[in-house]
């Protein structure tokens, strides 16, 4: 048995690794991307339960109105529109980003712009006020790959 234990862990440890890329701080306030965890709305990690599906993100604190940061250097790739709810309109917005060989999307920031690159560190946009549509949530970004799997182990 101890013979496959450590070539086991050992091929985890890669696959956990996700090709070493890590993202770095994606809101001020919140350097380690502290992870939404429960509220009176939901939990934030990805495959949580909502309603009839499952979240197909992980939910990164940031509190309404902070600057959101690029993780590492990005391009731009346009707006994104989240929901189709006229009553969630001052929260529908987004932006589709590449960098570090990844496609993933950031819902609920009103983006500065919607194309170019911006370096690590920069700013990207504006953390919209989602307490104005989900009292009492832990405001936070959304963090989707484009193929929607799992981009947990990024963080």
């Not at 350097?31 to 009176?40: A, E, G, I, L």
């Not at 932006?95 to 690590?120: H, Q």
């Not at 104005?132 to 790959?145: F, L």
Request: glycine fraction near 12%.
């Amino acid at each position: 048995m101890r013979s496959i234990v450590a070539p086991l862990a050992a091929l985890l440890a890669v696959v956990c690794m996700c090709d070493g890329v890590k993202f770095g701080q994606l809101c001020s306030g919140n350097p380690n991307n502290n992870r939404r965890s429960s509220d009176r709305w939901g939990q934030g990690h990805y495959g949580a339960r909502r309603g009839g599906r499952d979240h197909q993100g992980l939910d990164i604190v940031c509190s309404d109105g902070s600057e959101v940061i690029a993780p590492f250097d990005v391009t731009l790739h346009g707006k994104l529109t989240v929901y189709s709810d006229p009553r969630k309109a001052v929260i529908n917005s987004g932006i589709n980003l590449r960098g570090a060989g990844l496609c993933f999307k950031l819902f609920y920031v009103n983006p500065d712009r919607t194309s170019g690159s911006v370096r690590k560190g920069e700013r990207i946009g504006t953390m919209l006020p989602m307490q104005s549509v989900y009292p009492e949530i832990t405001s936070h970004v959304h963090v989707q790959m484009c193929d929607r799997s799992d981009p947990t182990g990024y963080f």
